[in-house]
């Protein structure tokens, strides 16, 4: 009922636009996935847009900042559902900001796609809610198995209790690991915004694991491995694709030198479609698109894939499109989306070295 | 044991940095009885003012660290925050003297949230990393103290320590021992009756604010130099902590902004560290801390070193 009336409104005020939403982090601690997860989609629609739109219609992006700030998102998803009357909404990077969104966007009847929340719980508030990337259960046990690969048997966990995403991704590692044979020697939390570790680090010490899981967001991590070094802990560090940020290794210097992580692509993977997508996002913004650059493109690009299919941005037609989405090709991967609309895609794990990510292997769902 | 020696240091160099930001809110109050909350602000300002004047200082080093470069970083900061203290004080808080005490409070919140906007437009939001000023690493213990070698204390730990030491003393020093600090005392008791007595109350106001805000920028730069990334937000947690630290000391009272600094940071870092052994979940730190916050103000309202004025009527 709702949404006939938002498209009823549509159609009144304009006949050669698409209204479509995006709540971001453009400021605060979350500023770097905001700000490209933004750039990402902006590219792709003006590329769409370039090429004729979809429908016939130009798409106008309409861009919100959350300034990284809980409680935020809701009030501005609001505003783009009431006032804006958009038809679909892309958003977040973290899981905590996307699962205060979701609600919102299922009750309205407004599709929302999440470039790069990889908590679990995202998509199970409702069918209005899918996303391109991979999730938690999936990205833990990708770091467990690797762990247990490297033969570390010895695993400290420190967490940061404030993000529904670290706590759901270190769940998952742990679940993992413990079921493959290893062993957590600790769990230690800290929160976000905290800028000193020593006392998780002097508890974590004596345990001498072979390795500290931390899948915290960059802001965090890079402190982390910088007063690690500084206790004298050698161990190297795992993480998630929260360690993606511009500042980590300007902030972590070599500290996370030998360090894993689990990510959405790889910007120096050779493929072609990688390649001429880190061309064009270079030459438009001046900087290397990292992971969530390339996954707001691929949002905004299945976005626009499911309008031209549905044939119209009318729901639940659109919504049942996006669900249906099989086989997209994406930068970060073929996209299809499984029963509850997560994509099922594989992972690639990165680790640092010469001040750089460097590609080290691809693993399949 | 030595654990616990270890964390104990932990927690003294976590209240140090709280003790240090929580001079200036405290000395700021204790004058004029308002509480600065762009205070975390300003401290925010003095670590990015570090940020830039430190690659030209450095130079004279060839970019290596060197200590009379940190201090020059250190001093060119807080004349730079000093600054920034007296012209928000003339702008935004003069014109409301007169008005009442939370019409203030609220443009302090007003001029907190300008300066953090300010920021992320002028300075990125993304962090930044600060250069590292004196070479910080840790100190090698001698041999000859045994099972204390395996201690980690880093020279900027000690740096945090010494200087907010040195800082207490000299504020103490000016507050009670100086004519203008004679002035900042007696305009606190009474504005009226000081201004009657010959006292310029816009210049002790003006010195009170200026001497606050150099506080802060000193401890932007010494915090930046022990925790290298700073963004525009990096004021906020800070802030509140040092705020609560002053209010555990009794607010208004200098040495007891020290104390209540350094207990709430050694009080975090036993319940982190000991958490596993306490059965609290380390989550629970700040809600264990301001529990504490709270029992002590119950039994001492006033704070730990906070006196208690009797209000006339």
Known sequence: MLAALCLGTISALGQDKIEVGEYASLSGGNASFGQSSHNGIALAFDEINAAGGVLGKQIDLITEDDRSVAGEPSTIVRKLISQDHVIAILGEIASSKSLEAAPICQENKIPMISPGSTNEKVTQVGDYISRVCFIDPFQGKVMAKFAISKGWKNVAILTDVKQDYCVGLANAFRDSFTASGGAVVKNSTYSTGDKDFRAQLTDIKPTHPDAIFVPGYYGEVALIARQARQFGIKAPLLGGDGWVGESLLKVAGHALDGSYFSNHYSQDDPSPVIQSFVKTYQAKFGQVPDAMAALGYDAAKMLADAITRAGTTGEPQLRDAIAGTKNFKGVTGDITLDADRNAIKAAVILTIANGGFQFVQRVAP | ?313
């Not at chain 2, 100086?178 to 201004?195: E, I």
């Not at chain 2, 982190?272 to 709270?294: C, E, K, N, T, W």
Request: glycine share 10%.
């Open chain 2, 1 to 313: 044991m030595i654990e616990f020696i270890q964390q104990l240091i932990n927690g003294l160099s976590l209240g140090a940095i709280y003790a240090l930001i929580a001079l200036g809110y405290t000395m700021v109050y204790g004058v004029l009885r308002f509480i600065n909350f762009a205070h975390g602000d300003v401290f925010m300002v003095g670590a990015f003012a570090g940020f830039y004047i430190a690659p030209a200082v450095l130079k004279f080093s060839n970019g290596n660290p060197s200590w009379t470069g940190a201090a020059i970083v250190l001093i060119l900061a807080m004349v730079i925050c000093a600054i920034l203290g007296i012209v928000i004080e003339k702008l935004a808080y003069r014109p409301l003297r007169d008005r009442p005490r939370l019409t203030v409070l609220i443009t302090a919140i007003g001029v907190s949230l300008f300066l953090e906007n300010f920021g992320q437009y002028a300075f990125g939001v993304d962090p930044q990393f600060f250069p590292d000023l004196i070479g910080d690493h840790a100190i090698t213990i001698p041999a000859w103290c045994g099972p204390f070698t395996d201690l980690t204390i880093m020279v900027s730990q000690v740096l945090v320590f010494v200087i907010t030491i040195v800082l207490l003393v000299a504020l103490r020093f000016i507050v009670m021992k100086t004519k203008l600090g004679m002035a900042m005392r007696a305009l606190s008791v009474n504005p009226l009756a000081t201004s009657l007595m010959g006292v310029n109350n816009d210049v002790v106001i003006s010195f009170t604010f200026g001497l606050g805000s150099a506080l802060a920028g000193a401890a932007g730069i010494l915090i930046s130099i022990q925790q290298p990334s700073i963004d525009p937000l990096m004021g906020l947690q800070p802030g509140i902590k040092a705020f609560v630290a002053a209010v555990l000391g009794g607010i208004g009272n200098i040495p007891g902004a020290a104390l209540g600094g350094v207990l709430l940071g050694v009080i975090e870092t036993l319940v982190v560290g000991y958490s596993d052994r306490l059965h609290i979940p380390s989550g629970y730190r700040d809600a264990v801390a301001f529990f504490l916050l709270i029992l002590i103000l119950l039994f001492k309202p006033t704070g730990l070193l906070g006196r208690v004025e009797r209000e006339k009527v």
